[in-house]
């Protein structure tokens, strides 16, 4: 099963903090990498973070530096996406999804992945 499966999502207040899970086949390990982007109804699937599976280097986008870690665990094979300090602004449903090559550029485009996990919802709250 090439599906991803994430978890983890719930409604929370600004400030908080919530850690997804992505749950990934156990042929993504030797795939180069896994991201996490989100995306609002009507709205393209917007980049959060990336992180390879060898070397583990990660990659954010400016409005999630400082306040998200991506990290993975082999031995799970799952990549979370620990979040902090949520703002409203951070509501929207998130997704995972892994593919071979390097994070910069192709791993930023969420059109370079092919298979997707259903998703999973956070809210934030002023």
């Known amino acids: 099963q090439a599906q991803p499966m994430e978890n983890g999502g719930t409604s929370v207040r600004s400030g908080g903090s919530l850690t997804l899970s992505c749950a990934t086949s156990s042929r993504t390990f030797k795939n180069s990498m896994t991201g996490w982007f989100r995306e609002l109804p009507g709205k393209e699937r917007q980049f959060v973070a990336a992180i390879n599976w060898i070397g583990g280097n990660t990659h954010y986008a400016d409005f999630v530096k400082g306040r998200f870690i991506i990290s993975r665990d082999g031995s799970k094979n799952t990549v979370y996406l620990q979040m902090n300090n949520l703002e409203p602004e951070d509501t929207a449903k998130y997704y995972c999804?892994?593919?071979?090559?390097?994070?910069?550029?192709?791993?930023?485009?969420?059109?370079?992945?092919?298979?997707w996990g259903q998703g999973t919802q956070v809210t934030v709250s002023p």
């Open positions: 999804a892994s593919r071979t090559g390097a994070i910069i550029p192709g791993g930023l485009n969420p059109r370079s992945y092919r298979d």
